[in-house]
């Protein structure tokens, strides 16, 4: 990673290492290829249509959405590949936008419930075999999504709404805790198979078996899987770090920030800085488990303790010289999908130089 701040760029601003961005990318994509396995990137994580293109140039099947709104976006600039992984309640106005949109690509939906799949039917009515559904799984992450042998029921119920039902998926969330990454791999193998067994027993045929995030993507061994969904893998996050699923080296986007406020230690106080990006360029997510709300490259030692709309407060190691005022500095967002729905458009460098600007064509398309 380069830490150069192009002198033209006003913090805060949200900066992508493009060489690191794209050995992110070809990572991935080679490391599926290996194993046989379909890459479905989920594009919430950068909503962005250059980056969407390259992952599609790199081999990726097609993409994931989390709403209709970002399926939009990428359908008008060619993706013709589309899974909205999010169990929809399907409204008249949602049905009106499906039906566009399956008419421009072969378009996936998630459902979890009857209710829902019979819903998703009658709105869509004779337009409901143009879109594919895949059921949601719950594989331990305990969000939305059936246990595996409750599948057949939600398959059926879709089947007689007229819905072209084709697999299951999952999201093994709970890999997003320490030491919870190969455990949580292990639960996702387990829970497809067991949906899918129970699919083909009941006469469906499963087509595709969905899972992935990035915390499980890259480990190794069989998988029931046919295809996989990680996002975050493209930029690295503060998480991925603490999780041990990135390396410093690895993490291309950082937020750059400058030293607005400095305080040495006095009368007990700890020495700090505060820089000028806060909640609202960084994002304010962080679990219970992380040791800040953000984590500096340069300075590993440091943490990000508190946030404020416009204020990061950083303590600052005794290892370390206390950075002057107007000292400009890469901060690494703790959960990166924030941070790219929260700006316009991210800065693009190259050895330390801008190189583009890119549009963050999907930010706020959460419906």
């Given at each position: 990673?380069?830490?150069?701040?192009?002198?033209?760029?006003?913090t805060?601003?949200?900066?992508?290492?493009?060489?690191?961005?794209?050995?992110?990318?070809?990572?991935?994509?080679?490391?599926m290829?290996?194993?046989?396995?379909?890459?479905?990137p989920h594009?919430?994580?950068?909503k962005?249509?250059e980056i969407?293109?390259?992952?599609l140039?790199?081999?990726?099947v097609?993409?994931?959405?989390?709403?209709?709104g970002?399926?939009?976006?990428?359908a008008?600039?060619?993706?013709?590949?589309?899974?909205?992984?999010?169990?929809?309640?399907?409204?008249?106005?949602?049905?009106?936008?499906l039906r566009?949109?399956?008419?421009?690509?072969?378009?996936?939906?998630?459902?979890d419930s009857a209710?829902?799949?019979t819903a998703?039917?009658?709105?869509?009515?004779?337009?409901?075999g143009?879109?594919?559904?895949?059921i949601?799984?719950?594989?331990?992450?305990?969000?939305?999504g059936?246990?595996?042998?409750?599948v057949?029921?939600?398959a059926?119920?879709a089947?007689?709404?007229?819905?072209?039902?084709?697999?299951?998926?999952?999201?093994?969330?709970?890999?997003?805790k320490?030491?919870?990454?190969?455990?949580?791999?292990?639960?996702?193998?387990?829970?497809?198979?067991?949906?899918a067994?129970?699919?083909?027993s009941?006469?469906?045929?499963?087509?595709?078996?969905?899972?992935?995030?990035?915390?499980?993507a890259?480990?190794?061994?069989?998988?029931?899987?046919?295809e996989?969904?990680?996002?975050?893998?493209v930029?690295?996050?503060a998480q991925q770090?603490?999780?041990?699923?990135?390396?410093?080296?690895d993490v291309?986007?950082?937020?750059?920030?400058?030293?607005?406020?400095r305080?040495e230690a006095?009368?007990?106080n700890?020495r700090?800085?505060?820089?000028?990006?806060?909640?609202?360029i960084?994002g304010?997510?962080?679990?219970?488990?992380?040791?800040g709300?953000?984590?500096?490259?340069?300075?590993?030692?440091?943490r990000?303790?508190?946030?404020?709309?416009?204020?990061?407060t950083v303590?600052?190691?005794?290892?370390?010289?206390?950075?002057?005022l107007?000292t400009?500095?890469?901060?690494?967002?703790?959960?990166v999908?924030?941070?790219?729905?929260?700006?316009?458009?991210v800065?693009?460098?190259?050895d330390?130089s801008?190189?583009?600007?890119?549009s963050?064509?999907?930010?706020?398309?959460?419906?």
């Amino acid at each position: 990673m380069n830490h150069v701040i192009p002198a033209e760029v006003i913090t805060p601003a949200v900066l992508i290492d493009v060489d690191i961005l794209d050995r992110n990318i070809d990572r991935m994509a080679s490391n599926m290829l290996n194993r046989g396995l379909q890459l479905r990137p989920h594009v919430k994580t950068h909503k962005t249509l250059e980056i969407a293109r390259k992952q599609l140039a790199a081999g990726a099947v097609g993409i994931t959405v989390a709403t209709i709104g970002e399926a939009e976006v990428f359908a008008a600039d060619g993706v013709n590949d589309i899974f909205i992984a999010y169990p929809l309640w399907v409204e008249a106005p949602h049905a009106e936008r499906l039906r566009a949109l399956a008419a421009k690509c072969r378009l996936a939906v998630g459902v979890d419930s009857a209710e829902s799949a019979t819903a998703m039917g009658r709105r869509l009515g004779a337009d409901a075999g143009s879109v594919e559904v895949l059921i949601e799984v719950d594989s331990g992450h305990h969000r939305s999504g059936v246990l595996p042998e409750e599948v057949v029921d939600v398959a059926r119920a879709a089947s007689s709404a007229g819905l072209n039902v084709a697999g299951v998926f999952t999201f093994p969330g709970h890999s997003y805790k320490p030491g919870m990454p190969t455990g949580a791999a292990s639960n996702e193998n387990e829970a497809l198979g067991r949906a899918a067994a129970a699919l083909t027993s009941a006469g469906f045929e499963v087509r595709t078996i969905s899972g992935g995030s990035t915390p499980t993507a890259l480990i190794s061994g069989e998988t029931m899987a046919s295809e996989l969904r990680p996002g975050v893998y493209v930029f690295g996050d503060a998480q991925q770090l603490e999780l041990e699923r990135c390396t410093w080296d690895d993490v291309a986007l950082t937020v750059a920030a400058t030293v607005v406020s400095r305080h040495e230690a006095a009368g007990g106080n700890v020495r700090r800085v505060v820089v000028d990006a806060g909640s609202k360029i960084l994002g304010s997510d962080r679990p219970d488990w992380a040791t800040g709300f953000a984590r500096l490259p340069e300075y590993p030692e440091a943490r990000v303790t508190a946030l404020s709309e416009h204020h990061a407060t950083v303590v600052w190691p005794d290892s370390s010289e206390l950075p002057a005022l107007g000292t400009r500095l890469r901060v690494i967002p703790n959960h990166v999908c924030l941070a790219m729905n929260l700006v316009d458009e991210v800065t693009v460098v190259r050895d330390g130089s801008v190189v583009d600007t890119w549009s963050v064509a999907a930010r706020g398309r959460n419906n």
